[in-house]
């Protein structure tokens, strides 16, 4: 009895002094930040190598993208070894393995989107980039590497994908390091809306007979949808959605209103956020809030009543990548706010919405370029970050 006793005393002690341990560990581990809702912990899951995109399995488990042309799956505190059949992908300048987005009916047919940055089968001979001043120095004068955006769908079973398909792919391929956008998201109908970057080549934005500088439109299985805006028009390419966009990295379906929102990298200064309806031209290069890089001045969005003007814009930029809408019950502050990532200004910024207008932004620091945000199913908040080492990270509400 007596035994007995002091064998409870002492593990009853232990277990104490594990879990003070364990929670020391814990905060040892997460940071806190005061935001204008409260204290929020950053923890640390995992560590990558230039994160890009993730999506949440229907089980609990996480697909995240690196950069480099590897995807691996997330839960309870491991990443798995890449997972088998992604394509090979470009990986340079801004390109390689970007998105990832699983099918609305994953539970059913466990397929899997994956956007990349492919290679043309053929590439020209000495050719190398040509630089346009407006670009910037963001220039790679050895590139000539003749690429592309491209959308490949496959099954997951185990670690392995199958039957993998190229579904989608901008057109044309051309040399350069920047601008294949890369954000997969599927509209409440079941179509896949695909953001492509305009190249760093401007002026294919405007033109219709390509596929760059647009918002697309896609049937999962790459054919394409009856109802699509430029299906019937002469050269036109009927997987156009919208048009006049630079280099959008964020979209999400609006909870309420059930449309597309995405948001767009400006040039020098002026990113965009817009909600994309079929047909309309955003107006890139021909207007801009922000101007080239080189000081030409570009005419701001009013001049041209043409082009539709964006719901918001942000002059100084902040270098938007990563957009959702929050509907979770964890940040009870944050329900019906649009949360996106920031890379040049290192932090996630939450947007309160009242319909389609812009009412209050806050920006949460987190000294690390966020590249994409999710809601994971526990109303936690997931962060990545675009390093080397870059770190998937998990955000819930601190001191409860
Ligand atoms: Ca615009
Ligand atoms: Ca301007």
Same mark, same amino acid.
């Given at each position: 009895?007596?035994?007995? +006793?002091?064998?409870?005393? @002492? ?11 364990? *929670?020391?560990?814990t905060?040892?581990? #997460? ?10 912990? !950053? ?33 309870d ?11 090979? !992908?470009?990986?340079? %300048? ?26 043309a ?5 000495? #050719?190398?980039? @040509? ?25 997951l ?7 993998? *398909?190229?579904?989608?792919? *901008? ?13 997969? =998201? ?12 305009? +190249?760093?080549?401007?002026d ?7 596929n ?12 394409i949808? *009856?109802?699509?805006?430029? %299906? ?24 309420a ?6 948001h767009?990298?400006?040039?020098w ?9 079929? %047909?309309k ?26 082009? #539709? ?29 649009a949360? !996106? ?15 389609? =207008? ?9 000294? +690390? +370029?966020?590249?994409? @945000? ?27």
């Open positions: 009895m007596k035994t007995h +006793r002091f064998h409870t005393a @002492v593990m009853a002690a232990l277990s104490l002094s594990t879990s003070i341990a364990a *929670q020391r560990a905060e040892a581990a #997460a940071e806190v930040l005061q935001t204008k809702s409260g204290p929020v912990s !950053v923890e640390r899951l995992a560590v990558l190598v230039e994160p890009w995109g993730m999506s949440s399995l229907p089980d609990g488990r996480l697909l995240v993208t690196e950069k480099p042309g590897r995807l691996r799956l997330y839960s505190g491991k990443l798995s070894e890449p997972i088998a059949g992604v394509p090979a !992908v470009a990986y340079r %300048g801004q390109g390689g393995l970007l998105d990832v987005e699983i099918d609305p009916d994953f539970a059913k047919n466990g397929l899997v989107y994956l956007y990349f940055v492919e290679a089968e053929t590439q020209p001979k000495d #050719a190398r980039d @040509v630089h346009d001043p407006r670009t910037g120095p963001d220039f790679d004068k050895e590139d000539n590497l003749l690429k592309g955006g491209a959308v490949a769908r496959g099954r079973e185990g670690n392995q994908l199958r039957d993998v *398909q190229v579904v989608w792919r *901008q057109v044309p391929k051309t040399i350069g390091r920047g601008h294949f956008g890369g954000r997969l =998201v599927f509209g409440p109908d079941g179509k896949l809306f695909i953001t492509s970057g305009d +190249r760093q080549r401007f294919p934005a405007q033109d219709l007979a390509t760059l500088g647009k918002v697309v439109r896609i049937n999962p299985d790459g054919s949808p *009856q109802d699509n805006p430029f %299906g019937k028009k002469e050269g036109a390419r009927p997987d156009v959605w919208s048009l006049g966009h630079r280099n959008p990295l964020g979209a999400a379906i609006h909870p209103s059930k449309a597309v929102w995405i767009e990298m400006g040039p200064h002026g990113d965009e956020l817009n909600s994309p309806a079929a %047909g031209n955003y107006g890139w290069p021909v207007v801009s809030n922000g101007d080239h890089y080189d000081g030409q001045p570009i005419p701001d969005h009013p001049t041209r009543p043409e082009f #539709a003007v964006p719901i918001d814009y942000w002059h100084p930029a902040i270098s938007p990548s990563g957009l959702t809408f929050y509907a979770g019950s964890l940040f009870k502050d944050w329900r019906g706010n949360l !996106v990532g920031g890379l040049s200004t290192e932090s996630l910024i939450r947007l309160t919405l009242e319909g389609s =207008v812009v009412k209050s932004e806050e920006r949460i620091g987190l000294h +690390r +370029r966020i590249r994409d @945000v999710l809601e994971a199913p526990d109303g936690s908040v997931l962060l990545l970050t675009d390093a080397k080492d870059g770190e998937l990270l998990r955000l819930t509400p601190a001191g409860r």
